[in-house]
């Protein structure tokens, strides 16, 4: 059994897609349909941009949805729709990916969404009051008693378990500065801040995730083609009312990307291709599940290297 799984934000790069949307048309056509749906060329900033604009939330989370489905559909048209996987999923905005991949949220309607979800989370908290911080060699019941223990009357939380040790945590500064103090206190190999512009996916994002249910209650969410594993629930969902649904939670609720791995391997998934920007979840994957084969789908030659 093979996954498809598309990444989340910190994959973006310029240039990304764009020798796919050159070598096929139905490529292309989504940054088209893309470009279209937001009423600007975004594909432009995507490709002769510069990088610090196309980090911006609100651009990165549709920017990498675009590429992702880009990918999705130049695989189809080598032969390689969506019925060759068992299930799909996404990290936090990859989730969006691969709703759209599977039929679920039509092309604009989620370049929409995603338009308005980063600008929604980058509102939520003004700029210099949230952080984050990756937490290397704990796990997540460590993290969690840590995120606890520096919180005091502030917000601090496990908003990524990435992998068996990697876990991001979220919050106001100060305390997740001193939640990163005293992981290196209890033997973390490392606690790095993070260069992000929000604290996400934690409490802090509920003004988001108010703006978030508005938009998703009239958006029509239709049965995808294959189940999609939900970050907030780490389980395979189908029906569009829970869909709709959880896409809300995320906005405040922890990706539960290990257990969402872990869940996919042990209803028989042996074979991962990460479809889109860059290699992060290969590499979180090798680490959840080392038996587990791994490709990264971005390139022309990545889907030529299929045929061999």
Not at 187 to 208: D, I, T
Request: aromatic share 4%.
């Amino acid at each position: 059994m093979r996954a498809f799984v598309f990444p989340g934000q910190g994959a973006q790069a310029i240039g990304m897609g764009r020798a796919l949307a050159e070598a096929y048309p139905a490529a292309r056509a989504v940054f088209d349909e893309v470009d279209e749906a937001l009423g600007e060329n975004l594909s432009t900033l995507i490709w002769e941009g510069d990088a610090e604009t196309l980090t911006l939330t609100r651009n990165a989370q549709p920017a990498l949805m675009a590429t992702s489905v880009a990918a999705m559909r130049a695989l189809e048209s080598e032969g390689w729709g969506i019925e060759a996987a068992s299930f799909v999923a996404g990290h936090s905005l990859g989730e969006y990916s691969a709703l759209c991949a599977a039929g679920a949220i039509s092309l604009s309607d989620t370049a929409r969404l995603l338009r308005l979800r980063g600008a929604a989370m980058q509102e939520a908290v003004p700029v210099g009051q949230g952080a984050m911080a990756a937490i290397l060699g704990l796990d997540l019941a460590a993290v969690d008693q840590i995120a606890r223990d520096a919180a005091g009357d502030e917000v601090c939380q496990a908003a990524n378990d990435n992998d068996p040790a990697q876990v991001v945590i979220s919050g106001h500064v100060a305390a997740v500065e001193r939640a990163a103090a005293l992981a290196r206190e209890r033997g973390a190999k490392r606690a790095l801040m993070l260069p992000v512009s929000a604290p996400f996916h934690c409490a802090l994002m509920q003004p988001a995730a108010a703006v978030m249910a508005d938009a998703l209650a009239g958006v029509e969410i239709a049965e995808p083609a294959v189940p999609v594993v939900a970050n907030v629930r780490a389980e395979p969902v189908t029906e569009p009312g829970a869909i709709r649904r959880l896409l809300v939670e995320q906005v405040t609720g922890a990706v539960r990307w290990r257990e969402s791995v872990q869940c996919m391997v042990q209803s028989g998934v042996v074979e991962f291709w990460e479809i889109g920007a860059g290699k992060a979840l290969t590499g979180m994957i090798r680490r959840i599940a080392p038996d587990a084969r791994t490709r990264a789908i971005g390139t022309p030659d990545d889907i030529a290297s299929l045929k061999g």
